[in-house]
Each structure stands twice: as C-alpha cells, then as structure tokens.
C-alpha cells in the first residue's frame, strides 16, 4: 500500500532532550516536508526536500533540523526542544514534475508532541 | 508568498444540506488541493485540481485559476462530512512551498 509512515505518532518529552521525528514513504516521491499544525495558525511549512542531498527552509523553521540522505526517509530532528515547539507535525511527499513543480502531496498520520 | 483566504471559516449544516465552501487566493497557482482534516486529525486528499471541476461521489471541486478562486461542493451532507476542509494553492513562484488557507469548520447535525 503506498503511503507515508510517521514514528512516533505520539510523544511527550521535557525540555531540552534531543528527539527525532522519522518519516517514510514508499511512492518513490523526490518531494518532501514538514509542516506543523498548531491552533488559529493553520499549517505552516517547517523544511522541505526536492530530493536527495537537497533541503530549504519553509516558514518556521526556527529549533528544527532535517537530513535527506536516502530517497524514501526525511527525519524531523528537535536538537534542544522547547514547550512552544508542542504541536502536530505532519511529513508529506510527492513527485515532482519535469518543469520542477510538485504534483499533489500526500500526509502521513501525524506525529502529536508535547514538550514540558 | 502567496495569500490564501478561506470563507466561511465556520459552517453548520444539518444532515443532508448541501454546501459551497470557498477558496481565494492572490498570486497565479500551478495547482490546487483540498484537503478533509477529520475528528481525529488526519488529514485526507479531496482533489488534486489546478483547473476544471472534477467529482468524487458526493463531492466536487471547480477551480477557476484564471480568476484565483476554487470552489469545494459538499451535496447531501452526513455527520462523517464534519471536519475541516482546507485548500491549498501551489504557488507558480514557490516550487517547493504548499500554502494552506486557515480552513472552514464543518459540523454536520443530525
């Protein structure tokens, strides 16, 4: 079944330890990113990737760090988190077309965080 | 970036109303999604549709790039409808950016 996977789905850790946030897909997608979810402010882009060895910034991405090593993996790493980085995460992914935009996006489940 | 406006922000239907939600936004689009988030969080693809009207069962979506707006029909609604509904434009300008609007809380009664 095509999908994209996140682990964990929930976590609730304290202030300042180190987590990482995985996320897989298997559709091949060179497309790829983060977003965070948080009430009155919709979604808002964390990181993106267009393909391996390849990442930007989105709109917050303050106290966030990614990698794209491998095709089908781009993991959402807190270094130092914070309670104003408690939020739902989601990692998407998609093709990219030949003139370099992306085609439709697709979610995975959501990962709930809550720092204390 | 580009400018996402949802309306209404907020609706309530009763089983079985029909609805138009809309999506403004203020820069051209490659492409346009919506999206269903339900109860519980997860977020379902409606329609991939960057011009046109397509149909999925009970629901359809006219997007009209040309003019900036895209238009989400619910017919025949059922209390599984509740949820919020998002858009999301693909900036022509911003090849890896997805745009969400704020969303339009839907609660269907019975």
């Known amino acids: 079944e095509a999908q994209v996977t996140q682990n964990p789905r929930y976590l609730i850790t304290v202030t300042g330890k180190k987590l990482t946030v995985t996320c897989s897909q298997n559709m091949n997608h060179e497309y790829m990113s983060w977003y965070r979810q948080d009430p009155g402010l919709g979604l808002r882009q964390i990181y993106y990737s267009m393909n391996v060895e390849v990442t930007d910034k989105g709109d917050v991405p303050e106290g966030y760090k990614v990698s794209r090593k491998e095709k089908r993996n781009f993991p959402l790493i807190l270094e130092s988190p914070s309670p104003n980085q408690t939020s739902l995460y989601f990692c998407?992914?998609?093709?990219?077309?030949?003139?370099?935009?992306?085609?439709?996006?697709?979610f995975g489940p959501g990962t709930r965080l809550t720092v204390l | 970036g580009i400018q996402v406006e949802q309306s209404p922000p907020d609706l309530i239907l009763q089983e079985g109303a029909n609805s138009t939600l809309r999506c403004n936004f203020s820069?051209?689009?490659?492409?346009l999604q919506w999206f269903h988030q339900n109860p519980w969080g997860q977020l379902i693809n409606l329609f991939y549709i960057p011009s046109g009207t397509k149909q999925n069962g009970r629901l359809s979506a006219t997007t009209v790039a040309t003019e900036r707006y895209s238009l989400l029909y619910i017919s025949s609604s059922q209390t599984t409808d509740s949820g919020v509904y998002f858009c999301?434009?693909?900036?022509?300008?911003?090849?890896?950016?997805?745009?969400f609007g704020a969303g339009t809380q839907v609660v269907v009664t019975p």
């Open positions: 999301a434009p693909h900036s022509t300008d911003s090849w890896g950016k997805l745009q």
């Open positions: 820069d051209s689009v490659n492409n």
């Open positions: 998407a992914s998609s093709l990219r077309q030949p003139s370099g935009s992306i085609n439709e996006q697709f």
